[in-house]
């Protein structure tokens, strides 16, 4: 069955790692929706985190080509994992005098923050998972969206979450050794 899946990856923050990572996910055809890089709390390393799409197999097959890099240190599919998930999105929307009440109504229960106001629109920052985020869009869209820029999942396996993690000399999706 296809479904999301989420791959938290431990890298040494080296040039060109990222490349190689995208580059093997499109030989093999896998699509990234979403890929998020950054400091991690080791020095010299980073956190990726990439969202797919697919069946258990090619999970598997995710994991197992990822790991075979040589700056890769650990992978984890935590896409059944209890994880915290979230996204960051600055989302611009037309605005007038007489729509600022309206929108500012919207925006309330969504917890955003305004961070930018112009004569004619105004730019909110949004974090949440992705559903939040593209409800928000859709109540928005109303008014005009003007630009969006989002970062993509980020994400971290809760404390006491079996993290199901492939480290060098060992291929373990899930619990499942392959």
């Known amino acids: 069955m296809e479904r999301e899946r989420t791959l938290s990856i431990l890298v040494n923050d080296h040039p060109g790692v990222l490349a ?3 580059g093997l996910f499109s ?3 896998f699509n990234i929706s979403s890929i998020t890089v950054g ?3 080791t020095q010299g390393m980073s956190r990726m985190t990439i969202v797919s799409h ?3 197999a090619m999970a598997r097959q995710m994991v197992s080509q990822v790991m075979k890099l040589v700056d890769v ?3 984890a599919d935590i896409s059944t994992q209890k994880a915290v998930r979230r996204e960051l999105a600055l989302i611009k929307v037309k605005s007038t005098k007489e729509t600022r009440m309206d929108i500012a109504h919207i925006l309330e229960p969504f917890r955003v923050a305004t961070v930018d106001v112009g004569h ?3 730019m909110v920052e949004i974090t949440g998972d992705t559903e939040k985020i593209d409800a928000l869009i859709a109540l928005l869209t109303p008014y005009g969206i003007i630009e969006i820029a989002r970062t993509g999942v980020t994400a971290l ?3 006491g979450a079996d993290r199901g993690l492939t480290t060098e000399g060992e291929n373990e999706i899930n619990g499942n050794v392959l």
Do not use: P
């Open 20 to 22: 190689r990572i995208a």
């Open 27 to 29: 030989r093999r055809w």
């Open 39 to 41: 400091a991690c709390e």
């Open 54 to 56: 697919g069946d258990d």
């Open 73 to 75: 240190i650990e992978v």
């Open 120 to 122: 004619d629109s105004l």
């Open 157 to 159: 396996v809760r404390a």
